[in-house]
């Protein structure tokens, strides 16, 4: 992944329209000085979300969403923090200025981060697809959790099951040391070359950085309903 001079990325915001880039994805409307629309990340039916032009900023007097243009293209693009500014940069007609003195990051993070991701779809096209998954979808309904907000949050299922993680990714046994260094699988004792998955039956919340990248994820065991 390139490194992106830092001064050009402090100063960014203020050569761009942030009104004209978040206008391409979310309607808005005058209103006064500023500018406002219903707020993409969360159902609502009155205008919360505004725009402040002269502040380069966003705030969503509902759930309490705000930043600047390049927090917005992240949200709303899910979209890495390089690739938002590219992104921002590039409807801008600005050209983006690469730090060519940055030492590069180590390739294996490089790894770490498509593989982390991997996961996270997994883990959701598993609260999609699973046969198991009525129960976790019933505990998220039952603790107010709607399809919309799993989706914003990236939800996910881990199925029952000791292998279910590993048995999706035992043909690449780079995925499966990777895997194991992230503790995403654990070693059986005494029993070399046999895993199992960390996390099982429970429902999954992905962990991102700043950069929006999925570091980690934290599970939550499922209650017996009824």
Not at 97 to 119: G, H, I
Request: net charge positive; aromatic share 12%.
């Amino acid at each position: 992944m390139p490194f992106i001079d830092r001064d050009f990325i402090n100063d960014l915001p203020n050569r761009v329209d942030i009104v004209g880039l978040i206008n391409k994805r979310v309607a808005l409307k005058k209103a006064g000085k500023d500018f406002k629309a219903c707020c993409p990340f969360h159902e609502e039916k009155t205008p919360s979300f505004t725009v402040v032009p002269n502040k380069q900023i966003y705030h969503c007097f509902g759930c309490g969403e705000s930043g600047g243009v390049i927090d917005f293209i992240m949200k709303y693009d899910h979209l890495a923090f390089v690739e938002a500014i590219e992104t921002v940069a590039g409807e801008s007609g600005v050209s983006v200025v690469y730090d060519q003195t940055a030492k590069p990051v180590d390739k294996r993070f490089e790894r770490y981060n498509k593989l982390m991701s991997e996961l996270s779809e997994f883990y959701q096209n598993q609260l999609k697809q699973s046969a198991a998954k009525k129960k976790v979808v019933d505990y998220a309904k039952n603790r107010g959790i709607s399809g919309t907000i799993a989706k914003r949050f990236e939800l996910g299922f881990a199925p029952p099951g000791w292998t279910n993680l590993y048995d999706a990714f035992k043909d690449n046994d780079e995925a499966i040391q990777d895997l194991l260094t992230m503790g995403m699988l654990v070693p059986k004792k005494d029993k070399k070359d046999d895993f199992y998955d960390r996390f099982r039956d429970r429902l999954m919340f992905p962990i991102h950085n700043t950069k929006g990248n999925v570091i980690g994820f934290g599970g939550r065991v499922l209650i017996k309903q009824g």
